[in-house]
């Protein structure tokens, strides 16, 4: 009878206990999504790990405070020993969601303390992929210079030159392609940077990208090249600059 006694009051306990973290990791949660980092500091003091994450998604203080651009909240659970490259259950750091959300000054603290910039989320993106998608120069440089791979390619085998060149960020473009992109990476349906370029009608990215030494001979997987995608949706300046190239080639 004693035993079971024990037995109970120890469940007991534990529940409690339990409950009681939860609480604490909600209102954790709960005052970083406020901006609260006075708040913050108290619940770190009563003994809340700084770690503690939402269970459904495994996000962590620390991701929502990058997500929310909350840079003190950030540098607080940093020095109590939060752990700036834990990813959720989809594979997303607190680096991806400072780079998407375009906050410079929580991205650079969280590489400061370590930060892995290549961590690949599940979908294939990276930091620098979510940075270039947000069209963010300061931070698409900032990443680069910690060693962001340029070619690291998605669930669908996408780069972020192709975004940048897709979307006609030129300065992008140049920056990717200093820093070692490569400019002839196929995505799964073949399409290149330059196609991207012709497809989004970009012609100083086109010219960037020829001056580069792109290759305008590349086809899909339907037998497209650049000069087709440009030629069918009209774009005639850059038709005319991948046939001089074309016969500058020959």
Request: glycine letters at 8%; hydrophobic letters at 45%.
């Amino acid at each position: 009878m004693c035993s079971a006694f024990k037995f109970v009051f120890v469940f007991v306990l534990f529940a409690v206990s339990s409950v009681l973290a939860q609480n604490l990791t909600s209102d954790l949660m709960n005052s970083v999504r406020k901006g609260d980092v006075e708040a913050v500091q108290d619940l770190l003091r009563q003994g809340v790990d700084p770690d503690s994450r939402v269970f459904q998604q495994g996000r962590s203080a620390l991701m929502l405070a990058a997500h929310e651009g909350h840079a003190d909240i950030l540098e607080t659970l940093l020095a109590e020993g939060a752990d700036p490259n834990l990813v959720t259950t989809a594979g997303r750091s607190a680096a991806m969601d400072a780079a998407m959300n375009g906050h410079f000054d929580c991205l650079e603290i969280l590489l400061e303390k370590g930060a892995d910039v290549n961590i690949v989320a599940n979908d294939g993106r990276t930091a620098l992929m979510e940075a270039t998608v947000n069209e963010s120069q300061d931070i698409v440089g900032l990443l680069l210079a910690r060693g962001a791979d340029p070619n690291a390619r998605n669930r669908i085998g996408r780069t972020p030159l192709m975004i940048a060149a897709l979307n006609g960020r030129a300065e992008l473009v140049a920056a990717l392609i200093e820093k070692g992109a490569d400019l002839d990476i196929p995505c799964e349906e073949g399409r290149t940077a330059l196609m991207d370029a012709a497809v989004g009608g970009h012609i100083e990215v086109v010219e960037i990208l020829l001056d580069n030494g792109a290759d305008i001979t590349m086809k899909t997987k339907m037998d497209r090249t650049a000069l087709d995608y440009a030629a069918v949706n009209g774009y005639t300046e850059i038709v005319a600059s991948l046939e001089k190239q074309a016969k500058g080639e020959q």
